[in-house]
Structure formats: structure tokens, C-alpha cells
Nanobody, 130 residues
Framework: VQLQASGGGLVQAGGSLRLSCAGS??????????MGWFRQAPGKEREFVAA????????YYADSVKGRFTLSRDNMRNTVYLQIHDVKSEDTAVYYC??????????????????????WGQGTLVTVSS
């Protein structure tokens, strides 16, 4: 599976943007992949942001983004979307999408972690200006 993240850029604090992650070479359309996003701010370790089950019935968010981030997926388009509202300076980071060919209960993404079989996209940079 190849993952292509896009949608990053410069955004003013308080604004909104939507990140996309398009998958290819796999079977995202069969909804058998758990998808997620992580981010890495300058000088910090990569951290979990959100995950979504294959059928989109379950989502899980890091406490730091609850209420402002919304994760969704379109399996027919092999794409997941991370909608970010009320952007804050602490959201400045490189955002990475991730995928696990696994059920929700078995995927480390459902617990806010990545695993040895997690696929990664190349990252998209979000910079928040004040």
C-alpha cells in the first residue's frame, strides 16, 4: 500500500484546513484497513492524532485534538480526510497518514500507536501563523 498525503500549507490561527490521504496499491475500498494520522512538531517526537475503523463506524482521537479534528474516509475513493478546525499554533507539524491491514481491535492504531506492519505516507507540513 502506498499512501499519499496532501493538503498541508500555511494557515492562520483560528482557520481551518483539510488534509487528505489517498491510498493505492491496496484494498482500502474493501474497508479492511484501519487508517490514522500522526504528527511530528519541530523538535518533538511523532504523536498520534486520530484513527478510524475500516467501516468508519469507529473513530478515536488524541485528547489534544478532540472537538477540533474530524477524521472521515471514503472507501470508494480510497481516501481518508482529516478536517481541522480552529487551528492553533501547537498544530504546526508534519502530518503523516498511516494504515494497518487489520481489524480495529487488532490494529495498534486503535490504541493510538503504530506497529511494525503500519504503512506510512510521506507527510504533509502544516504551518500555523499567528
Amino acid at each position: 500500500v502506498q499512501l499519499q498525503a496532501s493538503g498541508g500549507g500555511l494557515v492562520q490561527a483560528g482557520g481551518s484546513l483539510r488534509l487528505s490521504c489517498a491510498g493505492s496499491g491496496g484494498s482500502l475500498s474493501k474497508s479492511n484497513y484501519v487508517m490514522g494520522w500522526f504528527r511530528q512538531a519541530p523538535g518533538k517526537e511523532r504523536e498520534f492524532v486520530a484513527a478510524i475503523s475500516g467501516t468508519a463506524r469507529i473513530t478515536y482521537y488524541a485528547d489534544s485534538v478532540k472537538g477540533r479534528f474530524t477524521l472521515s474516509r471514503d472507501n470508494m475513493r480510497n481516501t481518508v480526510y482529516l478536517q481541522i478546525h480552529d487551528v492553533k499554533s501547537e498544530d504546526t507539524a508534519v502530518y503523516y497518514c498511516a494504515a494497518d491491514a487489520s481489524s480495529w481491535v487488532r490494529s495498534p492504531l486503535s490504541g493510538g500507536r503504530s506497529g511494525p506492519r503500519t504503512f506510512w505516507g510521506q507527510g504533509t507540513l502544516v504551518t500555523v501563523s499567528s
